[in-house]
């Protein structure tokens, strides 16, 4: 029996392995829309994707965070210490929101509550209680830790002040070069936290299923 109409948005993604039908599919999965065991019904995944096509379901959301890592990356080895807090700022901010908004569509949350918790919730919020609330899993202190600090130096550059600081502060050059090194550790488990609640931990089953996908579009 077909499912109960989902309206799932799909997500873009940069992957050169995969075609537009299977990040589709992938898309639904990441939703909750189909489940590992429907992946092996092929006819099956493609009629409920070509519905969802034919009754305007279907929206394309932009990812742009492996841009924002890269643009990080890219400003932390010029030196601009800066601007690459800010673009790590803004992937923990565009990963965190994704997961809420996936999580709120697996609750059956309408579009509109689950954007008004995104707009009205903190980031703390988001990395702890907004989470407990969704039933997911807490985000390991240290990490947690790393964020908030790459969200404080952020703001404090975004909302520059012009005050002056003491040459032992933590937040002056060599303060913030020792941030930089622990950062990419936490954008890393950023991804893999998202992984385990997306696919729970059977991301390489998933992926080789979708990719065994194909479809007569």
């Not at 742009?64 to 992937?91: I, N, P, T, V, W």
């Not at 918790?117 to 907004?130: D, G, P």
């Not at 807490?138 to 964020?147: A, D, G, M, R, S």
Request: net charge positive.
């Amino acid at each position: 029996m077909k499912k109960r109409r989902s309206k799932t948005k799909a997500r873009h993604y940069r992957d050169a392995d995969l075609d537009a039908y299977q990040l589709m599919v992938r898309s639904y999965v990441e939703a909750g829309v189909f489940t590992q065991q429907d992946l092996d019904d092929p006819e099956y995944i493609e009629y409920f994707i070509s519905e969802d096509i034919r009754e305007g379901f279907l929206k394309l959301v932009i990812d742009h965070r492996d841009d924002l890592l890269e643009e990080a990356k890219r400003y932390e080895k010029k030196g601009s210490q800066e601007y690459a807090l800010l673009f790590y700022a803004l992937f923990f901010e565009h990963s965190i929101n994704g997961i809420i908004s996936m999580a709120a569509k697996r609750k059956r949350l309408s579009d509109k509550s689950a954007k008004q918790l995104i707009r009205s919730a903190n980031i703390s919020s988001k990395f702890t209680w907004v989470l407990e609330l969704l039933g997911l899993p807490p985000f390991n202190e240290k990490h947690l830790k790393c964020v908030m600090r790459t969200s404080d130096m952020r703001n404090a550059f975004v909302h520059y002040k012009f005050v002056g600081v003491r040459f032992d502060d933590e937040n002056n050059e060599e303060g913030v070069t020792a941030h930089l090194s622990k950062v990419g550790k936490s954008a890393t488990y950023m991804k893999k936290y998202e992984s385990r609640f997306l696919y729970g931990g059977e991301k390489k089953k998933i992926k080789r299923k979708v990719k065994e996908l194909s479809s007569d579009w």
